[in-house]
């Protein structure tokens, strides 16, 4: 009877084997909310060009030391529905080939970046593995952000492969469906 009852549910579990740094690496490409805003991102961040690359970065960067910052007075809030949020504005932006206006592209790389963050700090943790697995957590966004939005500003932007395109296309319709499913569900 024991071993047919379920386990509790937990959202910061850790991984066997890996360091607190490591763990916190891997939130953000383990952590369903997490991986799909800042994939969602970074489609919509790569196709935007040059000109904002920058902006987009350096929004996401303060957004996830705020983030940190913050998760060290509010424990671990439940980020998940403005993470799912952001992703679901992020992937209707891509598919439907809007760039939106630089203020706004800043306020939602950093809006990405404060929420991944204060929802990647395990209450269990505290002093200096607290911050290991917050800084963990923030390499991992943004190398997760980096290489994504990286590859969609090469095959897209600079050498304007069509397949690519309709393959981001694609991709965001379908996270966005995604993202509203999700966001159904955790306001239920």
Known sequence: MLLTSPLPAMAHGSIPGATVFYNGFLHAFLAPAHALSLVALALWGGGQGEARKGLLINALALGLVAGALLAS????????????????????????????????????AFAVGAAVAMGSGDPAFSGMRRLSLLGGAGVGAVILFGQIAFWVDELVVRHRFRAALIAVR??????????????????R
Do not use: E, H
Request: overall charge negative; hydrophobic content about 60%.
């Open 170 to 187: 694609i991709v965001s319709s379908w996270m966005s469906a995604i993202a509203l499913l999700l966001v159904a569900l955790t306001l």
């Open 73 to 108: 007075t509010l424990g671990d809030p439940n980020t998940d529905p403005v993470l799912l949020s952001l992703a679901l504005a992020c992937s209707l932006m891509v598919a439907l080939q809007c760039m939106g206006p630089r203020w706004w592209l800043a306020c939602v």
